[in-house]
Every structure is written in C-alpha cells, then in structure tokens.
C-alpha cells in the first residue's frame, strides 16, 4: 500500500442531506483540493527519489498509455497505473445479421481501481472537517440522452444539476451557467433561454451543441444567497468531476 502521512489525510466537509426531514441528517463530500496531470506526478516521484528524469518518465508513461489503449481496443483487461480496464458494449442489436450503428451502439471504458488502492483506501487517514463554510454545491450532472450521472454529456441533449443553492441569479459580470474545456480553457455559456428549470435545486437545461469532444468542467457563478436578497459578490459553484464529450 502507499505511504500515507497525516499531510495526506482525506478532507470531508458536510452538507444538509436535502432528501430527508431530519434537521441533523448530513452527508459528506471530499474536499477536492487540485487537480493534478502527469507532468505532476512525475516531479513528486523526483522530488521524493525517483532516480531518473522528468523527459525519461515522461516518455516512458506515454508509451505505456499508448500500448494500455491498444491492448483495451483489443479486447484485452490491461491494468495500467492505478485501475483495471475494459471495454463494454452499449446498445441493442435487431435481427439476425446485424451491423454496428453509431446512432445506437457504442464502446464504454470499464474502470476498476486495482488491489493496491482499494486497500489504502481502507485505512486512509481521514479529517471530517463539519459544516461546510458554504453550503452552496452542485451534487450531480444526469444526462437525460445516455442516462449517465457525472460523466458523459450530450452535446444539445438535456441535464439536469441537482444541488442546494446553486440558482443562476443576478447581473454581475460573470454569471452564469458555464461549460468550460479543461485542457484550453474555452468557456462556453449555458443561455438563460436554454435553461427550462433554474431553480435553488435543480437546473435543467439544453447543454451546448456546439461543443465538441474532450473533457470539461462545469461552473455556475451566481449572485444567488438563498434569502431575499442577491449577493455583492458573485461566488462560482464548481462540479467535482471532469464531463466527457465523446
């Protein structure tokens, strides 16, 4: 297992469970601190005594990735890092000769994470912080086309956020539901007329058509304080997980 320290600890605040009718009924959430790439890991692998160089490892997780995705395309179960993974096949097939449809059919990844994380994760050192400073949270993203939850979007289907307090209100500079490519940057704006729900709770609304493939983060910036009146100073509401767009 890893080598975990107390500076490793899991962080969890706690939320109002909006689904029951006790008062005291909290659920709990990871503080996600930062998000990290390759590039990353390989300078606290040097910084910690991995012999080798940054340009060496770089290329050395390359080509295994590169390998990794063909044995999955193959058919084969390759564990690579820190997950098993495989392909399922979605959608049905009609008849007795039947072909594959990209409108119907589609490859999946199957990600299990290996032995070796699922054990730390057992005995992680963990620090439940309370009550969130800010109970403001988008708790899921449910793709109506795929039926996913905190996964793949469909460019001009329908989604529903579910969450507490994240009303997309007032008029300052910024706000706004937004869908933001993680690896360039490029911000792309839900319109209020493409919102059919905008409520403390749950936004439902046409996701983009005009985004294309890779990997996004999700944004709401809003003046909304959950009182009568809006907030001076708009605060951003940050899903915690990386959409794709396949």
């Known amino acids: 297992m890893a080598n975990l320290k107390d500076i490793d600890s899991v962080i969890i605040e706690l939320y109002d469970n909006p689904l029951t009718e006790r008062t005291d009924d909290r659920y709990g959430r990871v503080v996600n601190i930062a998000s990290i790439t390759e590039d990353k890991l390989i300078e606290r692998a040097i910084e910690n005594g991995f012999n080798g160089n940054a340009a060496s490892m770089k290329a050395c997780c390359e080509a295994l990735k590169h390998e990794a995705i063909k044995g999955v395309v193959r058919g084969e179960l390759v564990t690579y890092g820190m997950a098993h993974f495989a392909i399922n096949v979605e959608g049905v097939f009609i008849g007795d000769a039947p072909q ?16 070796e994380l699922r054990e730390t994760l057992k005995s992680a050192p963990v620090r439940v912080l309370g009550m969130a400073p800010d109970t403001s949270v988008i708790a899921s993203i449910t793709d109506i086309t795929t039926g996913s939850v905190n996964d793949v979007i469909t460019p001009g289907g329908i989604a529903n956020l579910k969450g507490s307090r994240i009303k997309v209100a007032g ?13 360039t940057q490029k911000t792309t704006q839900v319109m209020p007329n493409a919102m059919g729900t905008n409520d403390p709770s749950k936004i439902s609304f ?21 009182g009568g009146k809006l907030l001076n100073t708009p605060r951003t509401i940050t899903l915690p997980y990386i959409l794709v767009v396949d």
Do not use: C, H, M
Not at 171 to 183: F, M, N, Q, Y
């Open 171 to 183: 008029d300052a500079s910024g706000v706004g539901l937004w869908i933001i490519e993680k690896d």
């Open 206 to 226: 046409v996701i983009p058509p005009g985004i294309i493939t890779g990997n996004y983060i999700l944004s709401i910036v809003t003046q909304f304080s959950g």
């Open 100 to 115: 594959w449809d990209p409108k119907i059919n589609k490859l999946v990844a199957r990600v299990t994470a290996v032995k």
